[in-house]
């Protein structure tokens, strides 16, 4: 066998990245877009001594799990993976995804899964998007999104998992560049000025928000631009942000404020965030409800906890929490965010909720380390943690175990991780008590997860 050689092949599984996998020939072989049950002619593109991939080139016997997806561009996308799976089939395949990791890294044998929370319509649920803007080989100025792994853009400005008026809006801008002769930025040569649109939208609230990250510091007829976008429904924040460097960071350091507010405003459950065009934020509203209940209620709080949250970010977990605790205190290494989340802290009128900037595994440990004034160290009765998909430092598990509060409640983005920390802190007294996958992400294969741990021993 070699390179560019076609077989037909059944596929049988499926990988972590949502690939089709098969065998030919005693060969493992990776097939990206196609589905378990899938009768498919596949071409060889890399070979490796007992494993390869393929290209799917054409399916003879459709998996009864496909759905039709609905949009055009899901295969050359690097966005969706798995849009082309029935929906009920991505939930199995991300709860089957997180109990395989509990499993296999984490070493768990009895795993308390709870039904995963699907959402109901899982299309148009992400209130962010950022728009590569360039330009084609017709010189036409087009916006969409990058094709999986390249930084080629397909042109699409109606992108399955966003909102209807990110259409809008860049059919606005890109109208505008035109007649105004406004280039769009170009990443081989570093030339040409706008590199992005940046599009937010409050799902509670209506409230719209565009920032045109520019290779600059101002457009041409700006006040144009401002009068066609503001007339928009919910339009609240136009801003331009300007980033110079040549890189793969979306955003600069400066924000120009156009017109309207500096923010829009939103909400999850009953509390209310500013959101800036640099504030992480969650993508899915609808979800990260969803989520923060399930965090709560695994926080099983009754007004007189000591709860930390650590990697807050904005404080939406912290401010959540504090509405049921005595007191909550955040950690978070972005000193902005931290910024943020006292804002929201006080726009809310809450004044349970303290915020510290630094690494979580710096910040928890000296804390702990040094007494108060009564002679206390840092105490908690339950430990919120979040973090980034590299999940917690070994540092900070540690301290956990010192403080040994009654409950952990691990929010997680990557499971691998999740069960990783998770052995660390049942290998230390604590006892594995619930799980839930949580799937903020539909159409990817991407998901968050929510689990419990409690203290087994006194
Ligand atoms: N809980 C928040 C944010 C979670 S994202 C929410 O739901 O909105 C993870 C956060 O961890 C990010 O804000 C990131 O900036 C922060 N972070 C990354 N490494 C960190 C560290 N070592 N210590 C503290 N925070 C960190």
Same mark, same amino acid.
């Given at each position: 066998m070699e390179k560019n050689t076609e077989f037909v092949m059944k596929i049988e599984d499926m990988g972590t990245a949502g690939e089709g996998i098969g065998k030919h020939e005693g060969m493992t072989f990776f097939v990206k877009? !196609? +589905?378990?049950?899938d009768v498919a002619r596949v071409r060889v593109t890399k070979l490796k001594k007992t494993y390869g991939y393929a290209r799917l080139m054409e399916i003879l016997e459709p998996s009864p799990d496909r759905a039709e997806p609905p949009c055009a561009f899901h295969r050359q996308c690097?966005?969706?993976?798995?849009? !082309? +799976?029935?929906y009920e089939k991505q939930l199995e395949f991300k709860q089957r995804k997180v109990e395989g990791n509990l499993r296999r890294i984490g070493g768990f044998s009895e795993i308390p899964m709870e039904p995963i929370a699907g959402m109901e319509y899982p299309f148009h649920y992400r209130n962010k998007a950022q728009f590569p803007i360039g330009t084609d080989a017709d010189g036409h100025i087009i916006a969409g999104f990058y094709a999986g792994r390249t930084h080629r853009i397909i042109p699409n400005r109606d992108c399955a998992l966003g909102v209807p008026q990110n259409r809008q809006i860049l059919d606005i801008v890109i109208g505008y560049m035109e007649r105004y002769h406004v280039t769009a930025y170009d990443e081989m040569s570093g030339?040409?000025?706008?590199r992005h649109v940046l599009i937010r939208y409050g799902f509670r609230t209506g409230e719209l928000m565009v920032c045109l990250i520019v290779n600059g510091s101002r457009l041409s007829h700006e006040d144009v631009l401002v009068k066609e976008l503001c007339v928009?429904?919910?339009?609240t924040s136009i801003s331009l942000n300007s980033n110079r460097e040549k890189n793969n960071v979306i955003l600069g350091k400066e924000t120009r404020l156009l017109w309207g507010q500096p923010y829009i405003t939103d909400y999850i459950g009953d509390v209310k965030y500013q959101i800036s065009p640099v504030s992480f934020y969650q993508v899915n509203p609808v979800q990260t409800e969803v989520m923060y209940k399930t965090a709560l209620e695994y926080a099983d709080l009754h007004g007189t906890e000591t709860v930390w949250d650590l990697y807050c970010g904005i404080g939406t977990i912290s401010l959540f929490l504090a509405q049921k605790a005595k007191q909550v205190y955040g950690v978070e290494i972005v000193a902005q965010a931290i910024e943020d989340a006292r804002r929201n802290a006080a726009l809310n009128g809450i004044e349970n909720a303290e915020f510290f900037v630094g690494k979580a595994e710096e910040v928890l440990p000296e804390f702990y380390e040094k007494e108060d004034r009564a002679g206390r160290k840092a105490y908690a009765d339950v430990i919120v943690v979040d973090p980034p998909r590299k999940g917690c430092d070994a540092r900070l598990l540690e301290t956990i175990l010192a403080m040994a509060p009654k409950r952990v409640v691990y929010v997680s983005c990557d499971s691998a991780t999740l069960a990783r920390d998770l052995k660390v802190l049942c290998g230390g007294g604590y006892r594995l008590a619930r799980v839930k996958v949580v799937d903020n992400f539909c159409q990817t294969v991407h998901t968050e997860c929510v689990v419990l741990v409690v203290r087994a021993v006194e």
């Open positions: 877009d !196609a +589905l378990i049950g690097g966005g969706c993976q798995i849009q !082309a +799976l029935s030339q040409g000025l706008v928009l429904p919910g339009m």
